[in-house]
């Protein structure tokens, strides 16, 4: 039997993660990814994924250090950067200066080394990138600032609110690993070959570049910017679904139930509303969707998915909408990461069959 697009087929055996869309079940190395995302750092949560547990504080301090070190960009990086031009897209611009990257000390035998390399550089090229653009001058990072607070950090040149923080850091933490995704499998195939962790990981940033798998929550941020205030929520909601319309952030190709990553993000968002009206418009809006699309729509199993609050928390920190994919990969990029260290663990080459169904020769 065929399965297009090798949906339902099991390619590999995993420890990373566990996605129970059935359930509603999001694990990371034997650990809730709510709870993680809550209660852990960016790095801290790197570290689980990369080594199988969380670190001591010797073992925390020292990988702090590690990705500190490697968030500054090169000479060569800023010439690369300065040489692309304006209209390149920032997935690109991340693609190309990583793949600048990929030299000699880059081979097969992948190390935490080399994975902290690829992902401390991410977000220092995002910012640069993005304030260069702008007009802007460029923002070193601060050594004082951990992972995600050194991005808000860089991208917006003052210091960042602990609530933007906490917020980002949990969306982060909840979107580096989902299970078999495009860009997962891309990352897999690639490093099957034996080729090198740079390889695989601008692989998986081709595929995730494309709008089926990281697509931007934008259409949700348009829904609440339209919706306006908590009054117009019922009236503008059931306008939409009168007319058939799709609620953005709403329904999960995975989740039959309520995506875990959106509940706790649900959660999060809650604690801040007092910090930020945007959070607190968010929660109702979702509250008044959850009754309304029982009512339209009883029995389709339509909850809200991770995209709604990301759209909510992205909004919030005024992130602009083209960075949003990239923001994306930098989380993701862990994922990855994780997923090369377990290929080359117990690797052999993964090549799929075709069938043949063309014409054959007189």
Same mark, same amino acid.
């Given at each position: 039997?065929? $399965?297009? &697009?090798?949906?339902?087929?099991? @390619?590999?055996?995993? @420890?990373?993660?566990?996605?129970?869309?059935?359930?509603?079940?999001?694990?990371?190395? &034997?650990?809730?990814?709510?709870?993680?995302?809550? *209660?852990?750092?960016?790095?801290?949560?790197?570290?689980?994924?990369?080594?199988?547990?969380?670190?001591?504080?010797?073992?925390? *301090?020292?990988?702090?250090?590690?990705?500190?070190?490697?968030?500054? /960009?090169?000479?060569?990086?800023? @010439?690369?950067?300065?040489?692309?031009?304006?209209?390149?897209?920032?997935?690109?611009?991340?693609?190309?200066? /990583?793949?600048?990257? &990929?030299?000699?000390?880059?081979?097969?035998?992948?190390?935490?080394?080399?994975?902290?390399?690829?992902?401390?550089?991410?977000?220092?090229?995002?910012? %640069?990138?993005?304030?260069?653009?702008? +007009?802007?001058?460029?923002?070193?990072? =601060?050594?004082? #600032?951990?992972?995600?607070?050194? #991005?808000?950090?860089?991208?917006? +040149?003052?210091?960042?609110?602990?609530?933007?923080?906490?917020?980002?850091?949990?969306?982060?933490?909840?979107?580096?690993?989902?299970?078999?995704?495009?860009?997962?499998?891309?990352?897999?195939?690639?490093?099957?070959?034996?080729?090198?962790?740079?390889?695989?990981?601008? +692989?998986?940033?081709?595929?995730?570049?494309?709008?089926?798998?990281?697509?931007?929550?934008?259409?949700?941020?348009?829904? /609440?910017?339209?919706? +306006?205030?908590?009054?117009?929520?019922?009236?503008?909601?059931?306008?939409?679904?009168?007319?058939?319309?799709?609620?953005?952030?709403?329904?999960?190709?995975?989740?039959? *139930?309520?995506?875990?990553?959106?509940?706790?993000?649900?959660?999060?968002?809650?604690?801040?509303?007092?910090? =930020?009206?945007?959070?607190?418009? !968010?929660?109702?809006?979702?509250?008044?969707?959850?009754? /309304?699309?029982?009512?339209? $729509?009883?029995?389709?199993?339509?909850?809200?998915?991770?995209?709604? %609050?990301?759209?909510?928390?992205?909004? !919030?920190?005024?992130?602009?909408?083209?960075?949003? *994919?990239?923001?994306?990969?930098?989380?993701?990029?862990?994922?990855?990461?994780?997923?090369?260290?377990?290929?080359? =663990?117990?690797?052999?080459?993964?090549?799929?069959?075709?069938?043949?169904?063309?014409?054959?020769?007189?």
């Amino acid at each position: 039997m065929i $399965k297009e &697009g090798l949906d339902g087929i099991v @390619t590999a055996q995993s @420890t990373i993660s566990l996605v129970d869309g059935e359930k509603g079940l999001l694990v990371y190395r &034997g650990h809730w990814a709510e709870e993680t995302a809550k *209660t852990k750092t960016f790095e801290e949560v790197t570290y689980l994924l990369w080594n199988n547990h969380f670190p001591t504080n010797a073992q925390l *301090t020292d990988f702090q250090k590690k990705m500190k070190q490697q968030r500054i /960009l090169t000479p060569s990086d800023e @010439t690369i950067l300065g040489s692309l031009p304006d209209s390149m897209d920032m997935m690109s611009v991340i693609r190309t200066v /990583l793949s600048s990257k &990929g030299n000699k000390h880059f081979n097969w035998s992948s190390t935490i080394e080399q994975g902290i390399k690829i992902t401390s550089i991410i977000p220092t090229i995002i910012a %640069y990138r993005h304030r260069t653009l702008n +007009g802007l001058d460029p923002v070193k990072p =601060d050594p004082k #600032y951990d992972h995600v607070a050194n #991005y808000l950090y860089m991208l917006n +040149g003052r210091e960042p609110k602990e609530s933007h923080v906490k917020a980002l850091t949990a969306y982060l933490v909840l979107t580096m690993e989902h299970g078999m995704n495009a860009s997962t499998f891309t990352a897999r195939v690639i490093s099957s070959t034996q080729s090198d962790l740079v390889s695989a990981v601008t +692989g998986a940033i081709g595929a995730m570049k494309g709008p089926l798998h990281g697509g931007a929550p934008s259409g949700v941020i348009d829904l /609440l910017q339209n919706i +306006g205030t908590v009054e117009n929520a019922e009236n503008h909601l059931r306008h939409l679904l009168e007319k058939g319309e799709k609620l953005m952030g709403f329904g999960h190709r995975v989740y039959k *139930t309520v995506d875990p990553r959106a509940r706790a993000l649900k959660e999060i968002t809650t604690d801040l509303a007092e910090d =930020d009206p945007w959070f607190e418009l !968010a929660n109702q809006v979702e509250r008044i969707a959850i009754k /309304l699309l029982k009512e339209y $729509k009883p029995g389709r199993k339509l909850h809200t998915n991770v995209e709604f %609050y990301a759209a909510a928390i992205l909004k !919030a920190l005024a992130l602009p909408t083209e960075l949003f *994919t990239a923001i994306f990969t930098m989380s993701r990029v862990v994922g990855w990461i994780a997923n090369v260290f377990e290929q080359n =663990d117990n690797n052999r080459i993964i090549r799929p069959s075709s069938l043949y169904i063309g014409p054959m020769p007189n």
